[in-house]
């Protein structure tokens, strides 16, 4: 009985039904006029990665209970209540330098 059911045009028809074929690969000139796919950015980065993860530890500790956008205030304002000696040092420590700060123009 198996011999009968395996004959070779309900195997390709089984195949067929339940099979998956490979996407194609687009190759770069077809991929170059798809402007609804991904876009690789280039992501522009000021800091070294250990100033970056020493920055990002100063502003954790001390200031983890303040966003960004009042840490900025208070840095304006001068507030002394937020910024201590030491803290105020630490951030002076991660400063970008005059060739970081034309990168960002």
Do not use: M, W
Not at 32 to 53: F, M, P, R, Y
Not at 82 to 91: A, D, F, M
């Amino acid at each position: 009985d198996e011999e009968e059911l395996a004959s070779q045009s309900l195997i390709e028809e089984i195949q067929n039904k339940f099979s998956s074929k490979p996407l194609a690969k687009k190759s770069i000139d077809e991929g170059s006029g798809n402007t609804t796919g991904k876009k690789k950015t280039k992501e522009l980065k000021v800091l070294d990665g250990k100033a970056a993860q020493n920055l990002s530890v100063v502003l954790g500790g001390a200031l983890k209970h303040i966003s960004y956008k009042e840490l900025r205030k208070c840095i304006l304002r001068c507030d002394t209540s937020v910024l201590t000696e030491n803290l105020l040092q630490s951030l002076i420590q991660y400063l970008p330098t005059p060739d970081q700060l034309n990168k960002l123009k």
